[in-house]
């Protein structure tokens, strides 16, 4: 117990003797007297104090003059070549305060006419004390160098001021002076020092104004080493991309390691420390992050030292994605009344830690509800939205996110079509909050047969074009919230269309809608205005205001109406938002009058300027009525002209008030001299007429046969009687003869093809006729049935329509018959032949059958 407290008593009394002996050897050296004399060749200077002194120290100077005084001269101090103070005397004195830290300079000096002479002089330095020397360390960097030992002197002495070491291991002394000449640091190297003995160092530091000792510092050379920092490796587990294992070597041999990590955005670290071995394994990291990893080692693992950290910094491999995506979607029809629909899907990005890794691509799969035969479509992008047009039935649509180690958990919705069940959440309403957020609350839908899952909040600047810009901002929710405060690319100064849907399992219901807006203000400019005068009044009509311009959302429009004539306010009305159109009908003018019209948007911050202004004249009624009824006549015209129903209703109407125009005769083709002469040459017609069968495969074109018209009143036909058309054989037999309805087999036969074609190719080149006075009924020859002989309003085809090509028209030949006179303005069916039959001429026909019940008896 007793030799407990003996060895280190004793250490301290070695120790304390040898910094004694060291302090004395350096006052000895440094000590002054208490005052200063110089003595020169012409006089003397003494000072009360020492050379060196604290700073704020009063020194008194003194100046004696040698010799006899030099008539008209005087005697003078100086400091720093600053006059201070004069005599004419022999001596003179002066006590100065010392306030400034450095060496100051006094002189003494003869001052006469022609010059300055010096006397003597003297050097005053203020400065301090030395201050304790603190943070004394003594530091081996590796095992083979020699200990550092350093210090901190504390305030500058502005005096010279001496540093010595002493060293001692109990039996030995040893001083050392410092190598160093740093006015903060201290430094020292020690040599010839073993790992088996104690040490204890001890500095001191000394000036003329005194001295100053450190705390005695007490070491093993184990205790001062400090290792070189250790390399070391980082290997990644190929099963795991969150999982490595580190490898270290250290020169010393170190016992003891601490291991530290972190990812390079984060400021903190994770710290582990290691016993007695050269590698560790870490678990858990975060796949393909970049991280910092560092080392260090001390030889003992109590004592000793640690090394400076070592550092490397690697990215960890990538991992399968671990989120699942958070999917929205959209439906709308592809076309209007179409049965096809287009799915529109929305999906975020996964977090960095859920991603795992780089996507690189989604995988989107459609899978019918109403077809289970119907195979599951498969579909690959690279953006975070996909819309596709499918038909119009329920889908199961899964979203996979992949990387280059796998995919992700599927996000699974349905697109049911009836949603009429699934009814909307009830109250939505939006707060505005200011700083660029929304507050959104709303309550929960009526009772419905599915339970509720949750709530999808959407929103997207109102005017938005869903082409140009498909994505929408949403949020989902627990089935617990009833409010949210959105705040994701929310702007302040613009209007949101904000939709909240409740989620039933897994597909949304039927939308609740709001307009909402963050902060406010009064539209910077007014909606364009276009007024149109009608009647006594005017109808206005106006575009909304741009959407940059609105700076919030439009809560109304105030429409203004000042009359010309008057002084007082103009008349406001106010039509609120969401009146479609945007328009309206001010009634009751004075005609005549002047009105200035201007239309200005308001939001909840108040109302904006104006935009265009119209200056409004207000016709008078007899005015009005004129342009009516001209309009009235070019419409009713252009109906009658182009509008088949409207031309027809209009051709029974001036038959009914117009009868007298079905008097006039028509020709009958019967009176040519030619058809009179048909009986007779029945028998050739009948075999010349094979020639013209739809059957024939090659023929002749008959010679054509001149016709000559006479326009004689015909005979009335018996019931059931027809007119046949000579054949092209019959040459000089220009007569038209009846035949009976039961005609002989071969006798009655239909044009050809090819002449019925050429009939409709030569329409198309003469001059164009209306259709209510040509109107052709059909290409068809055969006679007319019984409803064409009861209601004779369309002439037959082959009267109305021209002949083949070489029909000939001449236009030159006065007309003979007057009873054929065109009357351009006849415009009734029954009572007229086509104008291309109004001009004489040859008549070049081949088989032609006319039915007479079409004209009238």
Same mark, same amino acid.
């Given at each position: ?46 000072? %009360? ?443 302040? %100064? ?364």
């Amino acid at each position: 117990m007793a030799f407990a407290w003996i060895v280190p008593s004793a250490v301290w009394l070695v120790m304390h003797f040898t910094a004694e002996a060291c302090r004395k050897g350096i006052m000895t050296s440094s000590k002054a007297p208490h005052g200063t004399e110089e003595i020169c060749d012409k006089g003397t200077m003494t000072a %009360n104090t020492a050379s060196a002194i604290q700073c704020g120290t009063n020194v008194t100077l003194s100046c004696h003059l040698g010799g006899l005084q030099t008539p008209n001269c005087e005697i003078g101090i100086f400091l720093n070549n600053s006059k201070q103070v004069t005599n004419s005397g022999r001596s003179v004195s002066k006590t100065f305060p010392l306030n400034t830290y450095g060496k100051h300079t006094f002189t003494c000096k003869r001052i006469c006419k022609e010059r300055n002479t010096i006397i003597c002089g003297i050097y005053i330095k203020c400065g301090n004390p030395p201050d304790e020397p603190v943070n004394v360390s003594c530091i081996q960097a590796g095992t083979d160098s020699h200990p550092l030992c350093t210090w901190n002197k504390g305030r500058l002495t502005y005096l010279d001021t001496t540093y010595m070491i002493q060293l001692s291991n109990g039996t030995h002394d040893l001083c050392f002076s410092e190598e160093s000449l740093n006015e903060t640091f201290g430094s020292l190297a020690l040599t010839e020092l073993n790992f088996d003995s104690n040490y204890t160092i001890v500095v001191s530091a000394s000036n003329k104004l005194g001295s100053a000792s450190s705390q005695p510092l007490t070491f093993m050379l184990t205790d001062i080493v400090k290792p070189h920092p250790p390399d070391f490796l980082v290997e990644f587990d190929n099963s795991s991309a969150t999982n490595c294992t580190l490898f270290w070597h250290n020169e010393a041999q170190a016992q003891h390691y601490r291991l530290r990590y972190r990812p390079l955005t984060r400021h903190s670290w994770s710290t582990v420390e290691i016993f007695s071995s050269e590698q560790y394994h870490l678990h858990g990291l975060e796949p393909d992050t970049a991280y910092e990893f560092q080392v260090s080692c001390k030889i003992h693992p109590e004592r000793g030292l640690w090394s400076d950290w070592s550092t490397k910094q690697t990215r960890t491999p990538e991992a399968e994605p671990t989120g699942i995506p958070d999917v929205w979607y959209r439906l709308s029809a592809a076309q209007l009344g179409s049965q096809q629909q287009n799915i529109s899907l929305f999906w975020k990005a996964l977090s960095k830690s859920e991603a795992g890794g780089r996507i690189l691509g989604y995988k989107v799969t459609f899978e019918a509800l109403d077809d289970l035969n119907s195979p599951t479509e498969s579909h690959q992008t690279t953006h975070t939205s996909y819309s596709r047009v499918t038909p119009r039935v329920g889908y199961k649509i899964t979203v996979t996110a992949q990387n280059s180690r796998g995919s992700s958990p599927p996000a699974s919705i349905l697109t049911n079509l009836g949603i009429q069940d699934l009814p909307p959440p009830q109250q939505v309403s939006a707060m505005a909050m200011g700083n660029s957020s929304i507050l959104v609350s709303w309550k929960p839908p009526r009772r419905s047969a599915v339970p509720i899952s949750g709530y999808v909040v959407e929103w997207a600047e109102t005017g938005m074009n869903p082409h140009l810009e498909p994505h929408h901002t949403w949020a989902k929710l627990p089935a617990s919230n009833l409010s949210t405060v959105i705040a994701e690319h929310i702007k302040d %100064n613009m209007c949101y269309q904000i939709h909240v849907f409740a989620l039933y399992q897994d597909r949304a219901g039927q939308a609740a809608s709001v307009r909402g807006y963050s902060t406010a203000q009064a539209p910077s400019a007014g909606p364009q205005m276009l007024s149109t005068p009608w009647a006594t009044g005017v109808l206005v009509s106006w575009e909304e205001i741009p959407v940059p311009q609105q700076r919030g959302c439009i809560t109304g429009y105030h429409v203004y109406l000042q009359s010309k004539d008057s002084r007082g306010d103009p008349q406001v009305y106010a039509i609120p938002e969401g009146t479609a159109p945007r328009s309206l009908y001010i009634p009751d003018l004075q005609p005549g009058g002047l009105y200035d019209l201007w239309v200005t948007g308001s939001t909840a911050a108040g109302e904006g300027p104006r935009g265009n202004r119209r200056l409004l004249c207000i016709s008078g009624a007899r005015v009005w009525v004129t342009v009516v009824l001209t309009c009235s006549f070019f419409i009713f015209s252009a109906s009658v002209c182009f509008v088949p129903p409207a031309r027809k209703a209009f051709h029974s109407l001036l038959s009914v008030l117009l009868p007298q125009c079905k008097n006039e005769a028509i020709p009958d083709p019967a009176n040519a001299t030619w058809a009179k002469s048909f009986m007779a040459t029945k028998a050739q017609l009948s075999s010349l007429s094979i020639l013209f069968l739809p059957s024939t495969i090659s023929f002749e074109e008959p010679e054509p046969t001149l016709v000559e018209e006479a326009f004689e009143q015909p005979d009335p036909l018996a019931p059931g009687e027809k007119l046949l058309l000579g054949s092209a054989g019959s040459r000089g037999h220009r007569d038209w003869t009846r035949q009976s309805s039961s005609p002989e087999p071969g006798e009655e036969q239909q044009l050809p093809e090819m002449y019925q074609r050429l009939v409709v190719e030569a329409t198309e080149h003469l001059q164009p006729v209306p259709e209510y006075i040509t109107n052709p009924s059909t290409t068809d020859l055969t006679p007319p049935s019984d409803t064409t002989r009861d209601h004779p309003t369309d002439l037959p085809e082959y009267i109305t329509s021209p002949g083949p090509t070489d029909l000939a028209l001449p236009t030159d030949t006065p007309m003979d018959h007057p009873e054929l006179e065109c009357h351009p303005l006849s415009i009734f069916p029954t009572t007229f032949l086509a104008p291309t039959l109004c001009s004489e001429g040859n008549l070049t026909l081949d088989r032609v059958k006319l039915n007479c019940s079409s004209f009238p008896r």
